[in-house]
């Protein structure tokens, strides 16, 4: 069975430091990956998809950058964290392209810029 | 723009007690609609999805509805229990064609007390 890890599950950052987050998929091959952003009282909001290594689409300009240096690896970076980067992140991956199929999302990791 | 907007924002019922979940959307070309339940702290799971031509479906407890004319859907939980407390989150797909990519409600908070 497939399953998706993040880490870490919660990190507190003061501003101005850099960030690097990883999700990890076990289980499948050349998955779709995605990372959303859940600020507090708002929708997921997507910031990067990737449907192979080093194919990487931005949705919403921003400080961060993501990056799949292998097929079942997906990591969001920042240089240098803001406060509004404060927020839930999570991480997603589909097995095909097809838009029935369901994304299933890692634990999450809580971010707090201080 | 592609929005989906849920009501009510947050909802408390007692235990055993039938409730309904609402979720209008502007999304375009539509693809599918899927009820999401989040745990706190949790990443979201898929509870029920429904494409165009489907207008019912259930998930034991759980029956989604969906009316592609009027955009909107609808989710009831039948004789909740303490379990079914978690935020609720409509969600609705459209195909970019070359990936799944999702619009995501601010969702329902529901807590069943007793």
């Known amino acids: 069975s497939q399953t998706i890890h993040q880490w870490p599950a919660t990190l507190v950052q003061p501003v101005g430091s850099p960030l690097s987050l990883e999700c990890t998929v076990e289980?499948?091959?050349?998955?779709?990956l995605y990372w959303y952003r859940q600020a507090a009282g708002r929708g997921l909001q997507l910031l990067f998809y990737?449907?192979?290594?080093?194919?990487i689409s931005s949705e919403v300009p921003q400080n961060l950058s993501a990056s799949r240096p292998q097929d079942r690896q997906f990591i969001l970076s920042s240089k240098k964290l803001l406060l509004s980067d404060s927020g839930f992140y999570l991480c997603?991956?589909?097995?095909?392209?097809?838009?029935?199929?369901?994304?299933?999302f890692g634990p999450g990791t809580r971010l707090t810029v201080l | 723009k592609n929005q989906v907007e849920q009501s009510p924002q947050s909802l408390i019922i007692l235990e055993g007690k039938n409730c309904t979940l609402q979720?209008?959307?502007?999304?375009?070309?539509?693809?599918?609609l899927r009820w999401y339940k989040q745990d706190t702290g949790r990443g979201p799971v898929s509870l029920t999805i429904?494409?165009?031509?489907?207008n019912t479906k259930s998930n034991g407890r759980y029956t989604a509805t969906l009316d592609a004319d009027t955009k909107q859907s609808s989710l009831h939980i039948t004789a909740s229990q303490l379990s079914d407390s978690a935020s609720y989150i409509c969600?609705?797909?459209?195909?970019?064609?070359?990936?799944?990519?999702?619009?995501f409600g601010t969702g329902t908070r529901l807590q069943v007390t007793l």
């Open positions: 997603a991956w589909t097995q095909g392209i097809v838009s029935d199929d369901e994304q299933f």
């Open positions: 969600v609705v797909s459209f195909y970019t064609g070359t990936a799944s990519k999702l619009t």
């Open positions: 990737s449907v192979g290594i080093g194919q």
């Open positions: 289980g499948t091959s050349n998955p779709n």
């Open positions: 429904m494409t165009f031509s489907e």
């Open positions: 979720c209008n959307y502007t999304v375009s070309p539509f693809s599918n």
